[in-house]
């Protein structure tokens, strides 16, 4: 299972589209606040579906197999880059024929460049740009600066043609081309599968099937065989139209308001930046001040500490000191077990693999068994599935529970967390410590040199005996 030849794929992902022959179940699954058209689970599908029907004698087999299919793109998870298989409750997608490897796609950079600035067009937090991809863009805008009127308008008239299409029609579109440019344009680290010998094989075979790029307005030449390319013929014309069909109706975002959330996301952690607003205290590695340590050393959280968790509910998870006010809040509502919940989640996925199964049971007794003495308000579709899952423990069975209870916390008791007088309190108090001023810094918080000169002084100023 090693090496796997494309036609070999395409044969297996024709028949698990195959409903006739039991196939994968494509489904739309309904999300706590949206829907979230055409997808499997890599758990109770293409995982056991390949485990049945590919000889797959064992789970870790049937995963690389899995995983293999998903490094060519054939499947590929909706919201992450890297395209692997894993047997959680992931959501996958299959990839439409038209973007097949065995097309021979082999897009030039132009191509890419309308594809990246297209997506800086469109006001969806599902199509911005991962940070790999912004430098990309960046490094293709140099390249390219000659041209880049040309690529800015190609982009453009796409992104028009694209408002029109359904709403489900252009979210599977918009994975798919993504998808796309996650096998030729791979995240960094992930092997580019294009450059091994599992295209050439397939074109040895039939080397007059060769593309054109067709990926934007233009086309591009991208191969040029030895042998004469076959004339156009009208399959070949219809999956053209069809794919331009495709690409009508998508949502166009201005660039300024593009760069006005580029310009107020700089703005708000513009002080958390050392780069660009000196640290104060300084930094202790590269002075001889050590106020630094000795304050986060201390339990108080400092004024800009307490600010940067009212940014968002992620800053605040992040910070200990911040979770620790946080629980100290919802155990007043007596609502802490939400938190803990969500927090031995987490601490789950960090346990050895032998730990695993007990640690799982011990999670399930204490918020989800019946009778638990911490339960947890969950709805019954999240139940429905955490309690399959428990079946088969591992560090993802409670993915869909903790992403439930994820954004309860967010639009509930965060909130309240932020107007609560627990947080407004601790906010003006380390204001008034902030601004005062007045009042000298305490010994422990004084630089050693400082208090170093502030011994000597006193040394000197004692009378001798």
């Known amino acids: 299972i090693m090496f796997i030849d494309t036609a070999e794929i395409e044969d297996i992902i024709t028949k698990m589209q195959d ?22 689970t890599g758990k109770y599908s293409p995982y056991k579906w390949k485990r049945k029907n590919t000889g797959a004698e064992t789970p870790r087999l049937a995963i690389h197999l899995g995983s293999l299919i998903a490094a060519q793109g054939y499947v590929f998870p909706i919201s992450d880059h890297v395209l692997t298989m ?48 912004a430098e990309n863009l960046a490094r293709l805008q140099r390249a390219f600066a000659r041209k880049w009127e040309f690529i800015f308008m190609q982009a453009e008239a796409q992104v028009k043609i694209d408002r029109k299409k359904d709403k489900t029609e252009r979210k599977i579109l918009d994975s798919q081309e993504r998808a796309f440019w996650d096998v030729h344009r791979p995240v960094p680290g992930c092997v580019n599968t294009t450059e091994m010998d599992i295209r050439k094989c397939r074109r040895l075979k039939n080397p007059q099937k060769v593309k054109k790029v067709c990926v934007g ?6 191969h040029i065989p030895s042998q004469p390319i076959r004339k156009t013929t009208k399959e070949d014309v219809r ?6 069909n495709a690409q009508i109706d998508r949502h166009c975002l201005k660039m300024s308001k593009v760069a006005e959330s580029l310009i107020a996301y700089t703005e708000q952690y513009v002080e958390y930046d050392p780069l660009i607003t000196p640290a104060e205290p300084s930094n202790p590695w590269i002075s001889d001040d050590i106020t630094l340590w000795d304050i986060e050393m201390s339990k108080e959280p400092s004024q800009q500490r307490v600010k940067r968790w009212g940014f968002s509910f992620d800053e605040i998870l992040k910070d200990q000191v911040g979770r620790d006010q946080f629980l100290r ?3 007043s509502e007596f609502s802490s077990e939400n ?6 989640v987490q601490d789950l996925k960090k346990q050895p693999l032998q730990d695993v199964a007990r640690r799982v049971e011990e999670i399930w007794q204490e918020f989800l068994a019946p009778g638990a003495p911490s339960a947890i ?22 993915e869909d529970a903790q992403e439930h209870i994820y954004k309860l916390m967010k639009s509930d008791s965060y909130a309240r967390f932020l107007r609560s007088s627990a947080y407004q309190d601790l906010l003006l108090a380390k204001k008034k410590e902030t601004t005062a ?9 004084l630089p050693r040199s400082a208090r170093k000169d502030e011994c000597e002084a006193r040394i000197a100023a004692a009378p001798s005996a």
């Not at 699954?29 to 499997?40: A, D, E, T």
């Not at 999956?239 to 331009?244: S, V």
């Not at 955490?386 to 423990?393: A, E, I, P």
């Open 339 to 344: 938190l803990r919940f969500w927090l031995a």
């Open 239 to 244: 999956k053209q139209i069809t794919f331009l």
């Open 377 to 398: 308000n969950l709805d019954s579709h999240s139940y429905e599935i955490t309690s399959q899952n428990v079946k088969d423990g591992g560090r993802y069975t409670f």
């Open 437 to 445: 001023g007045s009042s000298p810094l305490p010994q422990n918080f």
């Open 86 to 133: 894993k047997d959680d409750g992931t959501f996958y997608r299959f990839q439409a024929p038209y973007f097949w490897p065995s097309n021979c796609w082999e897009p030039e950079n132009t191509d890419y460049a309308i594809y990246l600035c297209k997506r800086t067009m469109q006001n969806k937090a599902r199509l911005e740009l991962a940070d790999y991809e």
């Open 217 to 222: 307005l233009s086309q591009s030449p991208v």
């Open 19 to 40: 409903d006739k022959t039991g196939g994968v179940p494509v489904r739309t699954v309904k999300s706590f606040l949206s829907k979230i058209p055409s997808v499997v």
């Open 329 to 331: 809040f919802l155990e």
